[in-house]
């Protein structure tokens, strides 16, 4: 712990929060249509984040945006894309057609398939993708161990043609669970293990260096952390560490950041977006991830503080911030939230579509091509959110993958509010 972390409570998300969450039309996106076209039919994408500079602006090189998506052959059954997740680049100049680089890195790579991060490309125009390095390379049967881990110093070379990312990349892992602040995978009581998805974040206030990730809070057994040792298990945390040097490759882990104890067991993909001078906390979660007792959509959920550190309080009093339509609830997830002048824009990826009222696990039971003809697998339409103070509204949608640049005006609010339902996809 450093001192000036030390003897804070970590902010939490309490049940009462939780279960005032309910859709409203403030949090309801509209329905996703399958894309017209596909410009990369072999390839299911699904978590994606942006190159970024280390101020947390998305980065432009040689006039092109970057970003990162984890990848599976489309023949796989969606179901199984985690086993074999590859990280993929694409790059635009408009910011909405995308086009496919390849796989980021040639071998070498932590863990025996790589899932979320984040990418810096450094002032020193040094690149890192930070990734979850799950399993272990070369091991016989897959296992579900999460370290954090970076592949470093590559390029992003760019010309009028596109983007190439170049190696070599030296891959470490930055972090391990230490069993005290953050579970270790032998600790978890739970359904599912989480320490991942590591998201670097340089503070604006204090010009610290951070990487947020996913994580759970031990709780052992009989600590009589919550009204029924049931809720226990539902322990998710976001989790913080920071780096004296601000070295992206040096970390010293922190308390967590937030604390869903007794509420839901995965804070996943967790960011940050300054505004205001407020500190606006993100993460996604599963409806089948709240404790016992609690009901929430998958959705992106959301948290204000005025420091980094908090007291951190749910936006719209429960934390809801999106979700998809009751009768689509799994259209799309894992939204990343960024600052586009006045407003708030999401991005996410299409989740699993008409699906009739089936749920995630029923999925498993369909056909292999019916598992494969409702899996999106793609980026999903870029939400519009109005935020003020802790109170978030969606306003409106955008084309599929659509990241506009931070100098490019949004056409005026609500009359393309549905706009997205007329477009076609013309890249990833
Ligand atoms: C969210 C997620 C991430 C993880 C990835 C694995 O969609 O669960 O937390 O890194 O998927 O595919």
Redesign the pocket.
């Given at each position: 712990m450093t001192p000036e972390h030390s003897g804070r409570a970590t902010p939490r998300w309490t049940r009462e929060h939780a279960s005032k969450i309910e859709r409203t039309d403030e949090t309801v996106v509209p329905i996703i249509y399958p894309p017209r076209e596909d410009a990369a039919p072999e390839i299911n994408g699904?978590?994606t984040w942006f190159l970024r500079e280390r101020d947390g602006s998305i980065a432009t090189v040689g006039g092109w945006r970057v970003i990162f998506s984890?990848t599976a052959p489309a023949d796989l059954l969606p179901g199984k894309?985690?086993d074999v997740?590859e990280i993929r680049y694409f790059y635009s100049r408009d910011g909405e057609t995308w086009f496919d680089g390849g796989p980021v890195f040639e071998g070498g790579t932590r863990g025996s398939r790589q899932?979320?991060g984040s990418a810096l490309l450094d002032d020193d125009g040094r690149l890192y993708v930070f990734y979850?390095a799950?399993g272990r390379a070369g091991e016989a049967e897959i296992t579900y161990e999460q370290r954090l881990a970076v592949g470093s110093g590559g390029s992003v070379v760019a010309d009028d043609d596109g983007v190439r990312i170049e190696g070599p990349f030296a891959h470490g892992v930055l972090l391990e669970p230490d069993g005290e602040r953050y579970e270790r995978e032998e600790q978890s009581r739970g359904m599912i293990y989480?320490f991942?998805?590591p998201w670097f974040f340089e503070d604006p206030r204090s010009g610290k260096t951070y990487l947020l990730f996913?994580a759970n809070t031990p709780i052992p057994e009989g600590a009589g952390a919550c009204g029924d040792p049931v809720w226990e298990e539902f322990n998710g945390s976001v989790g913080i560490a920071h780096s004296p040097t601000g070295d992206p490759t040096d970390w010293e882990l922190c308390d967590p950041l937030l604390e869903g104890i007794c509420v839901n067991q995965?804070l996943?993909?967790p960011h940050v977006v300054v505004r205001n001078g407020f500190y606006y906390l993100f993460v996604?979660s599963h409806d089948h991830t709240f404790a016992p007792g609690l009901e929430g959509p998958d959705g992106l959920y959301g948290f204000v503080a005025d420091s980094l550190r908090g007291e951190y309080r749910p936006l719209n009093g429960s934390g809801l911030v999106l979700t998809n339509p009751a009768n689509a609830p799994y259209q799309a997830?894992?939204w990343v939230a960024f600052s586009h002048r006045e407003e708030l824009l999401v991005s996410g990826f299409f989740n699993y579509y008409d699906l009739g009222g089936l749920t995630l696990d029923d999925v498993a039971t369909l056909s292999p091509d019916e598992q494969r003809a409702k899996f999106g697998g793609t980026l999903a339409p870029t939400v519009r959110v109005a935020l003020s103070g802790d109170r978030t509204r969606i306003t409106g949608t955008l084309s599929h993958g659509r990241i506009p640049l931070e100098s490019e005006e949004l056409p005026d609010l609500p009359e393309e509010r549905l706009a997205h339902r007329e477009e076609t996809r013309r890249g990833y």
């Open positions: 699904w978590d984890l894309r985690h997740a899932w979320a979850t799950s989480t991942r998805d996913e995965e996943e993909r996604s997830y894992s």
